[in-house]
């Protein structure tokens, strides 16, 4: 079965200390992954994907196909990457639909 | 073109009624996504669109769900005999079907409670 898990609902941290925000999925196959990100009253958006392997905004994210996981660091956190971060796995059957995990609160405070 | 835009934004019902929402995608885009996000989860798929062409349905669309895209631009969502389980924050995205295109737009969504 595709799964995406994020095992946690809320990470708290300090401006300036360094962020991970976790996802582990299940997928048979070679996955495509994502994060999307949403601020606060603002539609869902797309943070990265992992073939492009850029730094958008200062986050990272690798791929590790041993331990299916997928997830999004950034070294110094800003007040303004204070948000709702969801991992999504592409599905398959030619659609691109996306299967998303249940998405981590990032609340970064001065 | 200001993105993809839903309406309406919120809608409170009755059990029991019928409710219908719109979709506008970004106007090139041809594949177009419905989603469902209930309090504390991420979306969840429900059905996708190419063109005019229903291609996919999930398991969570009931027979009281009904989707359409007739003329392969804007897109309705209609449910039927609403149930309290149907509230929830229903979106919608967009994408093109160009080779190296991937990333899915997405809509502010239609906030639905059921009372």
């Known amino acids: 079965a595709q799964r995406v898990t994020q095992p946690e609902k809320l990470l708290s941290v300090f401006k300036g200390a360094p962020v991970e925000l976790k996802c582990n999925y299940s997928?048979?196959?070679?996955?495509?992954l994502f994060w999307y990100v949403q601020y606060s009253r603002q539609r869902l958006q797309l943070l990265l994907r992992h073939i492009s392997r850029e730094s958008i905004k200062g986050f990272t994210a690798d791929l590790n196909k041993g331990e299916t996981s997928f997830h999004l660091k950034k070294p110094f956190a800003q007040e303004e990457d204070s948000a709702m971060y969801y991992c999504?796995?592409?599905?398959?059957?030619?659609?691109?639909?996306?299967?998303f995990g249940a998405g981590t609160r990032l609340a970064v405070h001065p | 073109d200001t993105g993809v835009s839903q309406d309406p934004r919120h809608k409170i019902t009755k059990r029991g009624q019928n409710v219908t929402f719109r979709c506008d995608p970004i106007?090139?885009?041809?594949?177009l996504y419905w989603y469902r996000q209930t309090l504390g989860q991420g979306p969840e798929f429900l059905t996708y669109?190419?063109?005019?062409?229903?291609?996919?349905k999930s398991r969570l669309l009931s027979d009281r769900f009904s989707a359409e895209r007739p003329k392969g631009s804007f897109s309705t969502l209609e449910i039927q005999r609403t149930e309290q389980g149907d509230s929830a924050m229903y979106l919608c995205?967009?994408?093109?079907?160009?080779?190296?295109?991937?990333?899915?737009?997405f809509g502010p969504g239609t906030r639905l409670t059921v009372t």
């Open positions: 997928y048979s196959g070679s996955p495509e």
């Open positions: 106007s090139e885009h041809n594949r």
């Open positions: 999504a796995l592409q599905g398959g059957g030619g659609y691109n639909k996306l299967i």
């Open positions: 995205a967009s994408s093109s079907s160009v080779v190296g295109s991937y990333e899915q737009y």
């Open positions: 669109f190419q063109n005019e062409a229903q291609l996919e």
